[in-house]
């Protein structure tokens, strides 16, 4: 059942999620919460579904879920931290955005999540 699947058609198929995923939602806000969702979804699909379906297609999602949380971090546990911690926490942080974000954390509108690491 699984010969005929490779390695680098999942990766394929994560690609391709990853693009979907980051042109329906650009921030990357309750990143984590949305990981931990797709687990769970996925932990469903293998209880009850089938493998080649299913439980491949929430592999996926987890695995792009997955990137995005390590390459972007998530908005929303920044801007916790600010509060719950203080500013001093984001002026401890490297800026740094290879995607050309924004690069001031205390503007207006949210920050880009990937100005920080």
């Known amino acids: 059942m699984y010969n005929t699947f490779s390695d680098e058609d999942f990766f ?16 990357c806000e309750a990143s984590v919460v949305a990981l931990g969702e797709e687990a769970g979804e996925l932990a469903q699909a293998a209880l009850s579904k089938s ?14 879920m997955a990137i995005r949380v ?13 509060v719950t911690r203080g500013p001093q926490h984001l002026e401890d942080m490297p800026k740094r955005c290879p995607y050309k974000g924004c690069s001031d954390p205390y503007r207006a509108t949210p920050p880009c999540a990937l100005c920080y690491e």
């Open 12 to 27: 394929s198929l994560v690609r391709a999620e990853l693009q979907k995923a980051r042109k329906k939602f650009p921030l």
């Open 51 to 64: 493998w080649k379906i299913e439980v491949r297609e929430e592999a996926v999602q987890v695995a792009a």
């Open 70 to 82: 390590a390459v972007e971090g998530d908005l929303s546990l920044l801007l916790y931290r600010r």
